[in-house]
C-alpha cells in the first residue's frame, strides 16, 4: 500500500496539483510537506477551475483527508480565506488537519520578505513576496511561531517578544519601517487560534498510522527540484527542501516508507523569478510556449520565463529524488510546431557536460546542445492511449524517456483532469 511522493522536476508550474488530483479515489491522505502560500496548483474539475495555494489538493476529493505537514509555512489569514473561498462554492474543507509545528508566516515576514528584495536591487530573487524565505529563516534560527503556540498565549507573547525584538532593528534601523507591536501581532493570532483549533493535531503521528494500517499517502510537494533550497539553483530557489526527501522531513515520517516518487515534468520548460535558465527563449518562440501554455504565475499572475525541454534537468530530478516515474504535462501545448528542439547536454566554456555542472557559475555558463525532434499538426488533445497520439508526438514521448533515464507513465494532453494518457498506473 503505497506511500508516494510527488514532486516538481523543473523549476514548478509543471502540473503536479492535477498528478495528485488524477490518483483520486484511491488516495485516503494527501500531505504537503514544504512551502506555504508561495505555491499555485491550478486544478480543472468538471470545467471548474480552482486555484489553491496553501490546501493539498487532496482538499478536491471526497474522501481524501488533506494533510498540511510540519514543514509547511502557514499564513494563517491566507488559509482561512482559501478555506472559505472552497467552502463558498460548496467544496467541504472540514477533514483538513495542521500540524501543530508547522511555522506561522506573520505580517513581518512578508514586509521583510519585499523590502530586502529591494534592498538586492539587480541581484534580487524575485520571490512571491509572501514571507516564505524569512518565515524559514526564523525557524532555523530558532525564532518561529508554531502552530501550537497559538494555543498557549504566554508562550505566544514570549516567543513574539523575542522575534519581533529582532525584526524591529533590522525594520527601523536598517530598513527606515515602523516598528511592529507585539499586540498588533497578539490580537491577529488569536483570532486564527480559535479558527484553526478543530483542524490541528500531531499530524506526523496520524500519518504514520494510516501507512501502518495499509492506506495510501500522497505526499505532495510545492515548488520543484530546481528551486530546492539545498539541491537546487542557489541562491535563486526557494527557502525549503522541495525534492523527495523533504517529504519525510516535513511530514514526520522515515524514508523507508517511501515506496514511489513520481516526479512532473513539463514537455518544454518554464521558471518565474530570477536565475539561471539555459533553455530560456527571449523571442517570439517564448511568447508562443507563454500565450499557448497559459504561463502565467497561479499566485502571483507574473509572466513564466519559458524555453525548450532540457534532458540535462529531467536526469539530475531522476537522480537527486530517486524517481520512479515521471508524468509529462502539457505535451498538447507544443502541437503544431515542425521541429522541437530539446537540449540534450550544456556546453560551458567549450567543455560538453550531459550532468548538471558542479558548480552555479558554470550552470550561469552553460549554453544549451539541442537535438531537434520532428513535430506533429494533429490535435492531441482526445488522445487516451499512446497509440492515439501522431507518431511524431509519440517518439518525443520515447525519446524524452530515453533521456531522462527513467519511464513516463502518463502524458498530459490537456488541462482537465481526464485529459491524459496513461502508460502505468502511478499506483
Ligand atoms: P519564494 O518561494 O517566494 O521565496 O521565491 C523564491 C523563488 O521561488 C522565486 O524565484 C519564485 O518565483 C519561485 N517560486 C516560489 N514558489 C513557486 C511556485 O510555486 N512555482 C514556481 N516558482 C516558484
Known sequence: MPAIVIVGAQWGDEGKGKATDQLGESVDYCVRYQGGNNAGHTIVVDGEKYALHLLPSGILTPGCIPVIGNGVVID???????????????????????????????SYHSTIDKVSERFLGKNKIGTTGRGIGPAYADKISRLGIRVGDLFDEKILRQKLEGALDQKNHLLVKVYNRRAIGVDDILIEFKGYAEALRP????????????????????FEGAQATLLDVDH????????????????????????????????????????????????????????????????FGTTTGRPR???????????????????????????????????????????????????????????????????????????????????????????????????????????????????????????
Open 232 to 295: 537546487g539553483t542557489y541562491p535563486f530557489v526557494t527557502s525549503s527542501s522541495a525534492t523527495a526527501g523533504g517529504a519525510c522531513t516535513g511530514s514526520g515520517i522515515p524514508p523507508n516508507r517511501i515506496d514511489r516518487v513520481v516526479a512532473v515534468l513539463k514537455a518544454y520548460t518554464t521558471r518565474v523569478g530570477e536565475g539561471p535558465f539555459p533553455t530560456e527563449q527571449h523571442d517570439a518562440v517564448g511568447e508562443r510556449l507563454r500565450e499557448t501554455g497559459g504561463e
Open 199 to 218: 483542524y490541528v493535531c500531531d499530524t506526523s503521528r496520524v500519518v504514520n498510522a494510516a501507512l501502518d494500517a495499509g492506506q495510501t499517502v500522497v
Open 76 to 106: 494563517a489569514g491566507v488559509l482561512l480565506d482559501e478555506m472559505k473561498a472552497l467552502a463558498d462554492r460548496g467544496v467541504d474543507t472540514s477533514r483538513l488537519l495542521i500540524s501543530a509545528n508547522a511555522h506561522l508566516i506573520s
Open 305 to 427: 520565463r519559458c524555453g525548450w525541454f532540457d534532458a540535462v534537468i529531467g536526469r539530475y530530478a531522476a537522480r537527486v529524488n530517486g524517481v520512479t516515474d515521471f508524468v509529462l504535462t502539457k505535451l498538447d501545448v507544443l502541437t503544431g510546431l515542425e521541429r522541437v528542439p530539446v537540449c540534450v547536454a550544456y556546453d560551458v566554456d567549450g567543455v560538453r557536460h550531459d550532468e548538471m555542472p558542479m558548480t552555479q557559475t558554470d550552470f550561469h555558463h552553460a549554453t544549451p546542445v539541442y537535438e531537434q525532434l520532428p513535430g506533429w499538426s494533429e490535435d492531441i488533445r482526445g488522445a487516451r492511449e499512446l497509440a492515439d497520439l501522431p507518431a511524431n508526438a509519440r517518439a518525443y514521448v520515447r525519446t524524452l524517456e530515453d533521456m531522462v533515464g527513467r519511464r513516463i507513465s502518463v502524458v498530459g494532453v490537456g488541462p482537465g483532469r481526464d485529459e491524459s494518457v496513461v502508460l502505468h498506473d502511478l499506483l
